[in-house]
């Protein structure tokens, strides 16, 4: 697919010679940006999903299981 940029024209000449310093075109600069911009957004939209996931399950999983009967002071004693 074409897209159309409008981009200033001394922005443009730069990109080309940063472009051609690194033996490529300033289309395939553009196109690898927005390859690892997109798969940087796609992972962080994921671990996001799964952070959620994650803290719901906290939530509706949990419960308790007796009464506590122990202190912090029973926990650290030392011998």
Do not use: C, P
């Amino acid at each position: 697919m074409k897209v159309a940029l409008s981009l200033d024209d001394d922005l443009v000449k730069r990109a080309r010679k940063i472009a051609a310093a690194r033996e490529t075109t300033l289309t395939a600069m553009i196109r690898r940006y927005l390859e690892e911009a997109v798969a940087e957004g796609s992972t962080q939209g994921r671990k996001r999903l799964e952070r959620e996931a994650l803290e719901q399950s906290f939530q509706q999983f949990q419960f308790t299981i007796g009464k506590r009967n122990w202190t912090r002071e029973d926990l650290h004693a030392r011998s």
